[in-house]
Every structure is written in structure tokens, then in C-alpha cells.
């Protein structure tokens, strides 16, 4: 099942290397609305829950275009048929697919919360970087196993570019609500980690519970 | 022994009947034609013998499977050339075919061999998207024979090949390769001359072989 995934995870990259489909669009995007918020809010810098929402509601956005866009090369080149004549254990796609969206929202942020950081917030994050990589980890394997299930999901849909982000994003609030708290406190005047360790652990079990949610249910997605 | 037995199969798209009351037995080795005008349900069969699509009645049996319950069995025995490539734009031909050698658990070593026998050598390493149309159906060939399968489906084989190709190709899909086939054509006169059996397809039902076929 791992060298299968491997397989398809390394296709899946090498596509995304050479079409540059994903995740230039998903930086674009982020920065877009970074670079709104900083006109439309007026204000140079912003701290504690507006802060930590506006960084976590862009990111989820972004990723509903790595979502619409995961299942594209399959759909239009026929290479779901050629997984569904292989003999594959269908988890082995769930797995590739989740790891693809999970290193593209890593990319992306590599360059959006940067921006994030210079155009909208008060105060610096040096002291709290590592608890906000451990949030963002969380936070993108969420996004990841719930993503790949609705990108199969919506794959021989016609409009899946509806369907998508209809129920992609409410499948999210939960995993929002985890990532803001605890992302909150980090980005307030007077930093702070308190709650943290409860939200992560509500966001550890969030992805607990989506990643064996989205294995048992995967093989009944490809179903004709 | 029957490489492919049908009974009064069915298969809808929602409302619409795609295919009614196909029945046949076909022997290991031997070769099916299947002939019918656009829309027939030619393409539907091959995908549900395929086990790419779930029959809606009547029984299907192939290579001992019994469809849809047991279409997994089929993964590594059914070789598929149909309207798609089912081949990755972006990558090279090379790329494509060690991907599906991965997939199947085959080995570079027959990438390689496949390579030469369609040909394609030389052009292994550009992009599919910059091969012409019967390069790519080269290609397409190899990958349906990548895993040796017992059963090759066949959908327009020859589509896009020019002389020199089809006999390239002939030792792997066509009647030389000695496994069992079902062959979907427009090309009448020459798919009955390299099958055993043939089945005429109107609106999905099963027709007499003749012109009527077409009208």
C-alpha cells in the first residue's frame, strides 16, 4: 500500500512541478486577500482573535483550489480507470491524495503566512514559532483528510467547483475553531500559550477521526 | 473454458438502457468481435466486462469473476485500450508506463521491453501532449499489455495507426499475442476476419451482424 502511494504521490508532484496548477494559484490567492484585508480592514496591523481569524479563514479558502483541482489530472486523463485496473488497495489513492494536498498547503504557507505576518500583524511571532508550526501541521492534516474525501467526492460531478467548497468548508468549521483559538493567544500583544495544549489535542483528535472516517469510506467513493 | 460468460446482461444510465439481454460465451484464446453503429453500447460492454462499471442485471462471469461482486479479482488479469490514453499529459511516455508498471507490479525492465516493441524508443522521454495522436495510441498499447493480462478489451485499437504501426503492434494486442479478446470495431469486414465470434449491438440489444447494424 506505501509503495503505491508513493507512486501516485510522486506522479501527483511531478504534474504539479510542471503544469504549476495548485499551489502558485492557492499563493496568489492568499496573498490576494491578505493584501485586501490590509485596505479593507484599514489598519496596519492587527492582533489576538482578528488576527488568528483572518489568518486561518484565508488559509482555508485557499485550499478549497487545492481541493476543486486534486482529482484534475485523474478526471480529465482517465487515471482513475487505470487505478481501478490496477490491482491497488484504493486507500493507498486516499493516502497519495491527502499527502499532495497536505505539501501543497505547506508550500503555500511557507509563502503566505510570511505575507501574513508582514502586511497584517501587530506583534511578531519569533517567541511562539514553534507552537504555531505544530498548529499549522495539525491544522493542514485536517484540511488534508477531509479534502482528499471531498475531492474524490466531487470528482465525476459536473459542478464540482460547487460542490466543493459546499462541503468542504462546513466540514471545517470544527477544525477552524481549533486552529483559531489556539492560534489566538500566540498572536496577541502579550503572547501567550495558555489553552494550547487543549486545542491541539482537539485538533489531534479532528484528525484522528477524519483520517479513519475518510479510509472507510474512500473505496465507496470510486464506486460507478 | 469460458473466458467470458454473459446471461441476459443489463446495464442503465439512470433511465436510459446502455445495454438488454446480451448473452455470450467466449473460450479462452479466442476472439470476440463487437460491431455496432455510435451509441450501440459497445463501449459500455467493454467497461463492464472491465469491471469499471457495475452491471444492473442478468449475470457476468469473466476470467472466473463473478461481476460486480468480484471485479477485484480482475484488477491484474484485464488489459484496457479504449477511447482514452489513460496516459498523464504532463508526463513522458517512460514516466506513464513505469507509473503503470508500479501500479501493477511490473518492472522497468518490461517498461524497456515494451518500449521497443511499440517503437518508441526514441520519443520515450518527451511529453505525451507533444505526440501525435498514434504515437500516444502506441503507448496506450503498451500500458494495456504492461501486466501480461489473459484478457485484452479492445475499443478502436487501431484508431490513428498507421500500416507500419499495426503490424508493430500486432504481436501485442492482436491475434498473435494468443490471449483472449474482445474486440470493438467499425471496421466490420476486418474485425469478423481476426475473430472467432461476433456480437451485433443496436441500442444496446442484441442485433443480427449485417448493414442493419448501421441503419
Known amino acids: ?23 502558485p494559484a492557492m499563493v496568489l490567492f492568499s496573498v490576494t486577500v491578505y493584501v485586501l484585508f490590509h485596505f479593507g480592514l484599514d489598519r496596519d496591523s492587527l492582533d489576538g482573535e482578528l488576527a488568528s481569524g483572518v489568518l486561518w479563514v484565508t488559509m482555508l479558502l485557499a485550499a478549497v483550489i487545492g481541493v476543486t483541482r486534486l482529482f484534475a489530472a485523474e478526471r480529465e486523463q482517465g487515471g482513475i480507470d487505470g487505478l481501478l485496473l490496477a490491482p491497488v488497495d484504493r486507500t493507498s489513492l486516499f493516502v497519495a491524495k491527502a499527502a499532495a494536498l497536505f505539501l501543497f498547503l505547506t508550500a503555500v504557507e511557507l509563502v503566505a503566512v510570511p505575507t501574513f505576518a508582514l502586511l497584517l500583524l501587530g506583534p511578531g511571532l519569533g517567541g ?3 507552537e504555531l508550526l505544530a498548529i499549522l501541521a495539525l491544522g493542514n492534516l485536517g484540511i488534508a483528510a477531509v479534502g482528499a474525501l471531498v475531492a474524490a467526492l466531487a470528482a465525476e460531478t459536473r459542478a464540482r467547483e460547487l460542490i466543493v467548497p459546499l462541503l468542504l468548508l462546513p466540514l471545517l468549521v470544527p477544525l477552524l475553531i481549533a486552529c483559531a483559538q489556539a492560534t489566538e493567544p500566540l498572536m496577541r500583544q502579550d503572547a501567550g500559550t495558555e489553552d494550547l495544549g487543549r486545542w491541539l489535542s482537539v485538533l489531534t483528535l479532528y484528525d484522528v477521526v477524519f483520517v479513519l472516517l475518510s479510509v472507510a469510506v474512500f473505496d465507496f467513493l470510486l464506486e460507478d | 473454458m469460458a473466458a467470458i460468460e454473459l446471461e441476459r446482461l443489463e446495464r442503465r444510465y439512470g433511465e436510459r438502457v446502455a445495454l438488454a439481454g446480451v448473452s455470450v460465451r467466449v473460450e479462452e484464446g479466442r476472439t470476440l468481435a463487437v460491431l455496432g453503429g455510435n451509441g450501440a453500447g459497445k463501449t459500455t460492454l467493454l467497461r463492464v466486462l472491465a469491471g469499471l462499471l457495475r452491471p444492473h ?25 479504449g477511447h482514452e490514453p489513460l496516459l498523464y499529459r504532463e508526463l513522458s511516455g517512460r514516466e506513464n508506463l513505469r507509473y503503470h508498471a508500479r501500479l501493477h507490479g511490473a518492472t522497468p525492465g518490461r517498461v524497456e521491453e515494451l518500449l521497443a516493441a511499440v517503437g518508441m524508443e526514441a520519443r520515450a522521454d518527451d511529453p505525451v501532449r507533444d505526440l501525435s495522436k498514434g ?7 503498451a500500458r494495456a499489455v504492461l501486466h501480461e493480462p489473459a484478457l485484452l478489451l479492445l475499443d478502436e485499437p487501431r484508431a490513428n495507426l498507421d500500416p507500419a504501426a499495426v503490424e508493430l503492434l500486432e504481436p501485442l494486442i492482436g491475434r498473435a499475442s494468443g490471449r483472449t479478446r474482445v474486440l470493438v470495431s467499425h471496421d466490420v469486414e476486418g474485425a469478423l476476419a481476426e475473430s472467432d465470434l461476433s456480437l451485433g449491438l443496436r441500442d444496446g ?10 441503419r
Open chain 2, 205 to 214: 440489444r442484441p442485433a443480427p451482424v449485417g448493414a442493419e447494424l448501421y
Open chain 2, 57 to 81: 442485471g442478468g449475470s457476468a462471469s469473466v476470467l472466473g469473476a463473478d461481476l460486480p461482486g468480484e471485479r477485484w479479482k480482475l484488477a491484474s488479469q484485464v488489459g484496457y485500450l
Open chain 1, 1 to 23: 500500500m506505501i509503495s503505491t502511494a508513493r507512486a501516485i504521490l510522486r506522479k501527483d508532484l511531478l504534474i504539479e512541478w510542471r503544469t504549476k496548477e495548485s499551489v
Open chain 1, 128 to 130: 511562539a514559532f514553534p
Open chain 2, 135 to 141: 504515437l500516444v495510441q502506441r503507448l496506450a498499447a
